[in-house]
C-alpha cells in the first residue's frame, strides 16, 4: 500500500507488498523489495536498492 500523501518517481520499481507511509518521497532509480516497510516521512534517492 502506498499512502496517498507519498510521491513515488515514475521509474522506482516497487515490488508487490510493501508499504510506504504518509508524506515518505521515493526518488528515481529506487528499487524497494517485497515485503519493505517504509514509514512515514521518510526520503529515499536514488540509486538505492531496499528490501
Not at 508524506?23 to 528499487?31: F, H, L, T
Not at 519493505?36 to 531496499?50: E, L
Amino acid at each position: 500500500m502506498i499512502h496517498n500523501t507519498a510521491i513515488v518517481h515514475p521509474n522506482a520499481e516497487i515490488d508487490n507488498d510493501v508499504e510506504i507511509g504518509a508524506y515518505s518521497v521515493i526518488g528515481d532509480d529506487v528499487r524497494i523489495g517485497k515485503g519493505t516497510r517504509v514509514a512515514s516521512h521518510v526520503v529515499i534517492k536514488g540509486p538505492t536498492v531496499i528490501g
